[in-house]
């Protein structure tokens, strides 16, 4: 059974801290992980990974994929009150085109 | 930009009614999915559609579970039956422009459905 697991579970930071969020998986033939931001309501899609040390990077947020230890991070510097949300990874694996979610990282940014 | 609609937003309804929920994908969107997140759970896939047929589905996704593609725009999901533990945020996706194979997958504002 494939499985996504990420830590911390939550994190309470202060405006201007840099984070690190970290996310693990076991899959079966692995092809893509992807971040979403989760505010109130819908996952909003961050970035998707697919190649090994590539560095995706949008604005305060920058993630990399390391495929032989079977983990991705979510950086975010110099944070935001507007960071404020859950942070969920989720993985493609085999020819499924279903998203297998991880528990998600509870972020919040203290003023 | 374009995104994906849910309507309605908050359904309340009694164990044992039908319940649909309505999905309007982004336009030219190929896939469409639907997600369920129980309160304080992971997001669970159900089910994904594809050239109007169901491509996968989760155990989750049993005969209590359709999906259907009415007309043009639309992607619904119907619980025949709803049960207590059916109480949850139901997410619509779709992915896939016809241009190109992309994985990245587009969530709308959920349905959250209340079973009492």
């Known amino acids: 059974e494939d499985k996504v697991v990420q830590s911390p579970l939550s994190l309470v930071v202060h405006e201007g801290d840099t984070v690190t969020l970290n996310c693990s998986y076991e899959v079966t033939n692995f092809r893509s992980l992807l971040w979403y931001k989760q505010e109130k309501k819908a996952p909003t899609f961050l970035f998707m990974l697919t190649s090994s040390g590539i560095e995706k990077k949008s604005g305060r947020l920058s993630s990399i994929l390391d495929k032989k230890e079977l983990f991705s991070i979510l950086n975010i510097t110099a944070t935001q009150t507007g960071d404020s949300a859950v942070y969920l990874c989720a993985v493609f694996s085999g020819s499924a085109r279903q998203l297998t979610f991880g528990s998600g990282t509870q972020l919040t940014v203290l003023p | 930009e374009p995104e994906v609609t849910q309507t309605p937003s908050h359904q309340v309804t009694q164990m044992g009614q039908e319940v649909i929920l309505r999905c309007v994908p982004i336009s030219n969107h190929l896939y469409f999915y639907w997600y369920r997140q129980i309160l304080g759970q992971k997001v669970e896939f159900l089910v994904s559609f594809y050239n109007n047929e169901i491509s996968e589905k989760s155990e989750i996704f049993d005969d209590q579970f359709s999906v259907e593609r009415p007309d043009g725009s639309n992607f619904t999901l119907k619980i025949r039956s709803t049960k207590l533990e059916d109480s949850a945020m139901y997410f619509c996706?779709?992915?896939?422009?016809?241009?190109?194979?992309?994985?990245?997958?587009?969530f709308g504002p959920g349905t959250r459905l209340t079973v009492t």
């Open positions: 996706a779709s992915s896939d422009p016809p241009d190109r194979i992309s994985y990245e997958q587009y």
